[in-house]
């Protein structure tokens, strides 16, 4: 098994025809030849997201990927997705804490027109007040429906609130209501300046199309924009945690629920694929320990889930779970530590290492159905790894992951010591 | 939600209660896997249901991303991975090709035979990745619980996978899990279903699987207790999600008197026991109602021995189900469902439509497209880009068997209810009495051309357009004819259509938040029922 895994990656990096163009400004193109389809995806990676905010302007990352759609130099608002839209395309962007991605998918016809429209929004984007006023108020909608009114969303955020004290991570992407509403034009015109300069941009081109045409366009719209600074390194102050913080949270709910993060890695360290498989092993599917666990067997759950959320500095390795019946949240976290506490103990099987790295590889291969999954891979990693080449290392390094590498990064991660866990206390009346 | 390890169950193939009925809202815990259409015309691409970031369609924005690094970070690492040689070769293949010139998309050949037990079996090869998907469909559903026991279907389906004659609940979901990629059940009102999509080389091991618990489950009575128990616990929690609550509600006041509006509730969950889902099973799970669409990295010939080997000597038993009733027309309704703790209000306008074989439907995706679909919509335009009231607005025609619902949804702060149901009745009243433009006209064209094809890129919405062509009784060519229909539609139709849907004054209104603050903005816009939040789905 694996050495036939190895071969294939091996294989696949001769075969996969991506060219790579770097303009003098810095910015980074990937372009990947696909006539199945009339369509080419359009996809923008900036290195830049609320890591890189300080308190303040927290969600400043988020605000601004919304005024990037209301016009430029010399494309005025609406235009954008109008032109998209009109060639039976679609635009759309997300921001995270490390990165903001923008995604095309449209008509191959429509090229053109894009390219040019993308090219003029990172030379000159319009940025004024109306711009900043509109996306103020449709922001605080997103944080109302996702966060405020979401048990779900205000419990997450309250966790990553609660387990870092000096690290940005510690405020959601989308950052609080105060900022969101004091934020200033001044504070958007230095960000774009700062994290929007080419040298701070990954763009992968998939689809229907001819490279060498792609590339004489795209360095004749693009290779005017000048190359900014390079951005100011962001400094992970975060101090050893030391001791498990507990915090109570009282809304109107129905059933008690519980999150739980442990202090964790970067993506980048080398405990990471296995991190992956011990969080399927944990919490992917019906077999898995925690829902075998806590919901088939002992019924003290409706839900419950496990994730690796590393992140470019360290993140949180997360567990969230909602109680059934009359169980309490009490019941559900020390049902947690029992499986946590049995794997550190005794680690895992041949068998259900095998059964994490079945799933994961599937959902890597689905990753590549489409262009915009495709031109989405490539980017981002381009953009963290600084090769899109190392797409092909992630099957390889999950197949490489043994069962004692899962009981040691089992060991290593669930310390209590570096424990966050945030409680719901179901409430009847708004405290 | 790609990088979030969910143990709770996995989505079912249908997110039951969810799309289709005019509530484009995906409740928490459920993700809504694209599977046919249930009818709805969808506008959007899969990337804006699945992402957050500018999300219009308030249902996926609701659920889907916040834009947080969690979700998207994990996005970044767990999809990468080495590509087979297998790329390659597919990208040589001609797939599935848009003649821009001559507006023709053209489907690879689709092999439709019927086996001797009647059920129909349609194939399609895919060569772009080395995966298989399949689609099953009985037609039946949700609509024939028994009376008082809504829910028993959707209980059934999932206790499919709970025991067979041969295998446990725990070693069945071992094997799954085991397989990688997903084996599903799931069923909506007119539909049980069932599903995989997995490595091909699993094709065997996964299509065993399937045949075994669609024909020999036993329902032990242990697992309908815990079944009943997780049922329960979401249907406690609805009123913590106001997006849910506004479908749950709005469903059931707009399809008042049908079948397609009972919903589950607490009680009738209690009232089921282990006769009523053998009664549904008997009743919704055979061969003489079933289809099945496969598509993937096979040859079809092979593919259709297989599905013959495993499902050919399966004899039905059960007799054909009543036709469903057409979808009478409710008056008009409007509803305050009183959530004191929110901060922002959710917003529903409905009213009853039509069913999915109507002339309607059609000009119906133009004229939608032009009030509500997309980012340059009418609605988003002015409700939210305009007048920054919303994160997300969008409308909807829901089609189904035998009628459909016209439906807006967003959602405001609190003190801006009243403002954005007047923007929203005003732009709509504006269309309705005015039309369209030339320019919407060809745009909205333009967009749902390259949107069809551009969402046919995958084996899921292949098989998921097959298994709904089949099942609305569509023609075989329907993909490729497709274009032409839409270009067949005349902006008088669009305006005809905008008129008799668009028109606000015979629109039901369904609003979730507190009313003690928002029942002071309603004067003048009718009389509204009051219902606490906590008296839905008891």
């Given at each position: 098994m694996l050495a036939a895994t190895a071969a294939l990656g091996a294989q696949a990096q001769q075969k996969l025809d991506v060219s790579r163009l770097q303009l003098k400004n810095g910015l980074t193109i990937l372009a990947l030849e696909d006539h199945t389809v009339p369509t080419v995806a359009y996809y923008t990676v900036f290195k830049v997201g609320s890591r890189n905010e300080r308190p303040g302007i927290t969600g400043l990352s988020h605000l601004f990927e919304h005024m990037m759609f209301n016009g430029s130099a010399k494309y005025k608002p609406k235009v954008f997705d109008q032109e998209i839209e009109a060639g039976g395309g679609s635009s759309n962007a997300f921001t995270t804490s490390d990165s903001t991605e923008y995604n095309e998918e449209f008509s191959s016809g429509t090229l053109d027109i894009v390219l040019r429209m993308e090219a003029d929004r990172m030379r000159a984007l319009k940025l004024d007040r109306a711009n900043i006023e509109q996306e103020r108020g449709i922001v605080s909608e997103e944080r109302r429906v996702n966060f405020d009114n979401s048990v779900e969303g205000s419990m997450t955020e309250r966790l990553w609130n609660s387990a870092f004290v000096a690290h940005p991570y510690r405020w959601d992407t989308i950052g609080f209501m105060k900022d969101i509403q004091a934020i200033r034009l001044a504070d958007a015109k230095a960000y774009f300046k700062t994290f929007y300069a080419p040298n701070n941009a990954v763009v992968a081109v998939v689809g229907d199309f001819h490279t060498a045409d792609l590339f004489k366009r795209m360095a004749q719209y693009f290779s005017d924009i000048p190359r900014g600074p390079a951005p100011p390194p962001v400094v992970n102050a975060e101090p050893p945690q030391l001791g498990e913080r507990r915090i109570e949270y009282h809304r109107p709910a129905e059933l008690p629920a519980v999150r739980i993060g442990y202090k964790s890695i970067s993506f980048k360290d080398p405990l990471d694929p296995a991190l992956d498989v011990l969080s399927a092993i944990l919490a992917t599917g019906e077999s898995s320990r925690l829902y075998h666990s806590l919901v088939y067997e002992k019924q003290i759950a409706a839900s419950v889930s496990a994730s690796n959320e590393s992140r470019i500095d360290p993140g949180l390795f997360t567990f969230a779970a909602q109680a059934q019946g009359t169980h309490t949240a009490a019941d559900c976290e020390q049902a947690i530590y029992a499986v946590l506490d049995d794997i550190k103990l005794k680690g895992v099987t041949e068998r259900e290492v095998q059964k994490a790295k079945n799933g994961l590889r599937f959902g890597v291969i689905s990753g590549y159905k489409t262009n915009e999954g495709r031109a989405g891979l490539l980017a981002e990693n381009d953009a963290f790894w600084?090769?899109?080449?190392?797409?092909?290392?992630i099957l390889p390094k999950y197949d490489r992951v043994t069962a004692a590498e899962v009981q040691q990064a089992a060991r290593k991660i669930f310390n209590p010591l570096n424990r966050t866990v945030v409680t719901l206390v179901p409430e009847k009346e708004p405290q | 939600m790609r990088g979030t390890f969910l143990a709770s169950r996995p989505p079912s193939l249908t997110a039951r209660s969810s799309t289709g009925k005019g509530e484009p809202f995906v409740p928490s815990g459920e993700t809504a896997v694209p599977y046919g259409q249930k009818g709805a015309i969808a506008h959007f691409p899969p990337s804006r249901l699945r992402e957050g970031g500018r999300g219009v369609r308030p249902g996926h924005s609701a659920l889907v991303c916040p834009p947080t690094a969690r979700q998207c970070r994990a996005r970044e690492k767990k999809c990468i991975g080495g590509l087979g040689p297998w790329l390659l070769a597919g990208m040589l293949l001609v797939m599935l090709k848009l003649d821009a010139a001559a507006q023709t998309i053209h489907l690879p050949p689709v092999t439709r035979t019927r086996l001797a037990n009647g059920i129909r079996v349609i194939v399609m090869e895919y060569h772009r990745a080395p995966t298989v998907t399949v689609r099953i469909v009985f037609t039946g559903g949700e609509r024939l619980d028994p009376e008082g026991k809504t829910g028993a279907t959707a209980l059934m389906v999932d206790l499919l996978k709970r025991g067979t004659e041969t295998r446990s609940a725990t070693q069945i979901a071992e094997a799954i899990d085991y397989l990688g990629g997903s084996v599903d059940t799931g069923a909506d009102d007119e539909r049980c279903t069932a599903g995989l999509d997995l490595l091909v080389k699993n094709t065997d091991d996964g299509l065993d699987l399937l045949a075994e618990i669609l024909r020999h489950p036993t329902f032990p009575a242990a697992e309908l207790e815990r079944e009943r128990a997780l049922e329960l616990a979401s249907l406690q929690t609805i009123g913590d999600d106001p997006g849910r609550v506004a479908g749950y509600v709005l469903t059931k006041a707009m399809y008042?008197?049908?079948?397609?509006?009972r919903e589950a509730t607490q009680a009738t969950t209690q009232a089921i026991n282990r006769d009523d889902i053998l009664a549904v099973y008997h009743a919704g799970i055979s061969p003489d109602r079933m289809t099945i669409v496969a598509v993937g990295d096979f040859r079809s010939a092979d593919m259709t021995a297989r599905l013959q080997a495993k499902f050919g000597d399966w004899t039905a038993a059960g007799a054909a189900p009543p036709p469903t009733p057409p979808v009478p027309p409710v008056p008009v309704r409007r509803i305050l469902v009183d959530k004191p703790d929110a901060t922002q209000t959710q917003v529903r306008l409905a009213r009853t439509a039509f069913a999915r074989n109507s002339p309607d439907y059609f000009p119906s995706e133009l004229a939608d497209t032009i009030l509500g679909g997309g980012f340059t919509s009418r609605l988003v335009d002015e409700v939210r880009v305009n007048r920054s009231l919303t994160y997300g607005i969008g409308s909807s025609f829901s089609a189904l068997k035998a009628g459909g619902l016209f439906t807006v949804d967003s959602f405001t702060k609190i003190e801006t209810t009243r403002a954005l149901l007047d923007a929203t009745r005003g732009v709509m009243a504006r269309t309705a009495q005015q039309g369209v433009t030339e320019a919407e006209y060809h745009k909205a064209q333009g967009y749902l051309a390259g949107q069809f094809a551009i969402q046919l890129q995958t084996p899921e919405a292949l098989a998921g357009e097959l298994s709904s062509m089949a099942f609305y009784g569509l023609p075989d060519n329907y993909v490729e004819t497709y274009l032409p229909r839409l270009r067949a539609v005349a902006l008088p139709d669009v305006n005809r259509i905008a008129k008799r849907y668009f028109e606000p004054n015979g629109l039901s209104t369904i609003l979730v938040g507190p009313a003690s603050k928002i029942s002071g903005q309603l004067k003048g816009a009718g009389e509204f029922e009051v219902r606490p939040v906590t008296d839905v789905a008891k």
């Open positions: 600084g090769d899109w080449k190392h797409i092909y290392t | 008042a008197g049908h079948p397609y509006g």
